[in-house]
């Protein structure tokens, strides 16, 4: 996984914990949940808000990725990571905040991402963290310019640092299918760096 | 979106593409293109730019994200909403100095406990699921094959709504048991 998260959110230290709290959850034990809620937010955050490029958008992603995640625990089966199915249900919810979208004039190239707020830690290099977050800014303006069907498995690959069995598993397509997708997707990204300024 | 824009896969003078030395680049496993690297200069000055536009994308990767504050609050918030809504009735129940309300998830959780610790008596079943369908709350269980559940469940349907009884009152809501699953015979009970 990406190396800017946590230890702690590592998925696949937290696969038996967090696949026993879904089995409980299921069962009908609402703290179970609440406590999956509490671990994986900040991380379904991050995922939502890279793909749809907008804090409100990828907040309610996040609670209806979790409402939605409740009401469907009856087709958690146990045989796939837990990690795995909440990056579906979140990719999902996201993908439905992209599409709720009305049709809009494109984004000015220069017009500020709202992912420039996410900021590097303070480094005492205010000319370097400037930069930084300059640089961070040109790549996920890039990133919203993608057609979804190409940013999602961009994100999940490249910038959260899944395998390809696990970006297939999330996706729910097949490792070939997903190779030619993600082929298009970097060669489409490295086609908008080139052209952000 | 930008669907339109032409990617820029641009064939190289010596025939190899943008887009395999990328995949090279993020990938490796392609070991005749790194053969051919090590003699063509056409290659290698298109890979070392791919790695300097990508290298932008791999410190954006790195980059934490914030979560706005009270994120968790507001979500654990809304899904409790949700819960309430979809979780039926709320108990109302009779004190002698006032009544008591129940939220309904605290009465799928007590029904949940109620069936567990019944079910300890029978091993051949298991709870599945237990979720409010409206008014009624929906008991699933799963049997190890051959479990008599015929006979088991209108026995167990009956013992949980008298424990809810119990705790609950009059106020306590309709129950329905069903075997939803049916499950394979450990394999050394299988043989025995």
């Known amino acids: 996984m990406t190396e800017g998260v946590d230890a702690d959110e590592r998925a696949t230290e937290r696969v038996p914990d967090d696949s026993a709290l879904l089995m409980a959850a299921k069962e009908g034990d609402t703290s179970a949940f609440d406590s999956l809620v509490r671990t994986h937010t900040n991380r379904l955050y991050r995922v939502a808000l890279r793909i749809v490029d907008d804090p409100v958008e990828a907040e309610d992603a ?3 990725a979790w409402v939605s995640a409740w009401r469907a625990l009856a087709t958690f089966r146990g045989d796939a990571a837990a990690s795995t199915w909440l990056y579906r249900v979140v990719t999902n919810a996201a993908l439905s905040q992209v599409r709720k979208r009305k ?5 000015d190239l220069a ?3 709202p992912l420039a707020a996410v900021s590097p830690e303070g480094t005492g290099d205010p000319e370097g963290t400037a930069l930084r977050e300059e640089e961070t800014r040109r790549v ?3 990133i919203a310019r993608l057609e979804p069907s190409q940013r999602l498995p961009l994100v999940l690959r490249e910038l959260e640092g899944m395998s390809y069995e696990e970006v297939a598993e999330v996706l729910e397509v097949n490792i070939t299918a997903l190779r030619s997708r993600l082929h298009r ?6 086609t908008e760096l080139r052209e952000v300024p | 979106m930008n669907v339109e824009t032409p990617v820029s896969d641009r064939p190289l003078p010596c025939g190899h593409r943008t887009g395999e030395l990328l995949d090279y680049h993020l990938d490796g496993e392609n070991t005749a293109l790194e053969q051919h690297l090590a003699t063509c200069p056409h290659c290698r000055a298109e890979l070392a730019e791919i790695a300097e536009r990508w290298g932008a994308v791999r410190r954006a990767a790195e980059t934490p994200v914030r979560a706005p504050e009270g994120l968790l609050e507001r979500t ?4 409790r909403e949700s819960r309430d809504h979809e979780t039926g009735e709320w108990v109302e129940l009779q ?8 939220r309904p998830t605290a009465t799928v959780s007590l029904t949940r406990g109620l069936v567990r610790r019944i079910l300890r008596e029978t091993p051949e079943l298991a709870l599945l699921s237990c979720v409010p ?3 009624v709350l929906r008991v699933d269980l799963v049997a190890t094959y051959p479990a008599a559940a015929g006979r088991l469940l209108p026995e167990l349907r009956q013992r949980i709504e008298a424990g809810l009884v119990e705790h609950l009152g009059v106020s306590a809501p309709e129950i329905t048991v069903r075997l939803a699953d049916v499950a394979p015979p450990a394999r050394n009970e299988h043989e025995r």
Request: glycine content about 6%; hydrophobic content about 45%.
């Open chain 1, 103 to 107: 049709p809009t004039v494109p984004l």
């Open chain 1, 111 to 113: 017009e500020e991402s």
């Open chain 1, 185 to 190: 997707a970097r060669l489409a990204l490295l």
């Open chain 1, 62 to 64: 996040v609670q209806e």
């Open chain 2, 76 to 79: 654990l918030a809304v899904l």
């Open chain 2, 133 to 135: 369908e409206g008014r």
């Open chain 2, 95 to 102: 004190q002698e100095r006032g009544r008591l309300y129940i």
């Open chain 1, 140 to 142: 996920h303006t890039a």
